[in-house]
């Protein structure tokens, strides 16, 4: 989906490297090298990264839908669809069934590679399969196991909530973006980011983050990056 990743340029050096793109479709990810199956194992702390909040309630699979260690789906008809209430659009005030975090909320990709479901269990299909560890990622809804993400360009599905981490992350908009040492618009410039670079998230506010990328940190306007909410404030 995003054909290049950027880099980070302190002043004229380069010190980013090209990588490729962050989503392929099912089709493409077959013609390729078999993607592991790192959905069909759960991890034992789901989006607890140092940014998740605590959950009230811990993660409760619902019937036939938990992770299991078959070798091949079925191919029988998918699992029943979660109802109305998990795959209704989550309003900013809403928090998820499951965890009781917010939804909508951003998170990150923790694997290398990670397939994506048309619905919430091994037996619906992969439509697509992410390829970029740490892309952000937003969630709009839960289901047992399952959380319902998609990245910038829309495309997502269903994962398992063991690919995905509460860690922080961007990726730069703006064809270039100017890191500056203070959160103001007449700042030093300290580095400059590209288009498609993934940056760890720091603190938030007044509409400018601290990020960091390639070793170098800086501030940035909210609205040059997707991945955090415009008004959003962190410590």
């Given amino acids: 989906m ?3 990743a950027g880099t980070v340029l302190r002043v004229l050096a380069i010190l980013g490297a090209v990588a490729g793109g962050t989503a392929v479709s099912a089709v493409q990810a077959q013609q390729s090298a078999p993607a592991p199956q790192a959905d069909q194992r759960p991890a034992p702390n789901p989006e607890r990264g140092p940014d998740a909040e605590t959950s009230t309630s811990p993660p409760t699979p619902a019937p036939g839908t938990s992770p299991t260690p078959a070798a091949q789906p079925a191919p029988a008809e998918p699992a029943p669809a979660p109802d109305a209430a998990a795959s209704a659009p989550a309003k900013a005030e809403d928090r998820g069934p ?3 975090l917010p ?3 951003y998170v990150s990709l923790k694997a290398s590679e990670g397939n994506v479901r048309r619905g919430p269990s091994l037996t619906h299909r992969i439509d697509w399969v992410f390829k970029r560890r740490d892309m952000p990622l937003e969630v709009t809804a839960e289901f047992g196991h399952w959380r319902r993400v998609h990245d910038r360009d829309g495309a997502g599905g269903w994962v398992h ?3 995905i981490s509460g860690v922080r992350t961007v990726v730069v908009e703006a064809e270039m973006l100017d890191l500056r040492a203070q959160p103001e ?4 410039v300290v580095a ?3 288009a498609g670079v993934i940056a760890r998230l720091g603190e938030c506010a007044g509409g400018w983050c601290r990020i960091t990328a390639d070793g170098y940190t800086g501030w940035a306007p909210t609205s040059a990056m997707w991945g955090v909410k415009p008004d959003e404030e962190r410590e």
């Fill in 2 to 4: 995003w054909p290049q």
């Fill in 98 to 100: 499951v965890t009781n």
């Fill in 103 to 105: 939804l909508p909320r």
């Fill in 161 to 163: 909530y063991s690919l």
């Fill in 185 to 188: 618009a007449g700042a030093p």
């Fill in 192 to 194: 400059r980011a590209q």
